[in-house]
């Protein structure tokens, strides 16, 4: 995400968007499904399906969250620098400067919530690979 910082007005999509938005993927894809694993252990067996429930819904819930809320920052952000530097002389090139400016400032804000997240998961998950049952010890039944 913090890659993402570096667009501008002129950067291409294949120097700085493309190679970020694949690290971000590549980075999503490798956390979500181990989380999700966390997530479930210490759930009875016969709790699994609700448990496992939950952490989709909470993913879906938490996704849209999110969303709204970087297009919070970005929209306030951009209107705030058009307005601060509205003149007559290019305001199509203002506008553009906003957009990249509030797209920018999502960005960091939405990095500072990776980073939180990440830092609330490494002090408060204490799962092991002791906590994980054994293969094959989960029967279907």
Known sequence: ???????????????????????LGFGLGCTFVPLGNIALVGVDEH?????????NASQQ?????????????????????????????????TQLEAMVHGYVTAFWWGSALLVAAAV???VFIKASKDDVPEEGAVHMG
Not at 47 to 55: E, H, L, T, Y
Not at 71 to 93: E, K, L, W
């Open 47 to 55: 709790d699994a399906g609700a448990a496992s429930a939950v952490v």
């Open 1 to 23: 995400m913090i890659l993402l910082t570096r667009i501008g007005v002129d950067t291409a999509y294949a120097t700085h968007v493309m190679p970020s938005m694949l690290i």
């Open 61 to 93: 819930v938490g996704g849209s969250l999110g969303t709204a809320l970087l297009n919070t920052v970005a929209i306030t952000a951009a209107t705030s620098y058009f307005t601060d530097h509205a003149t007559a002389g290019d305001p199509q090139g």
């Open 120 to 122: 609330i998961v490494v």
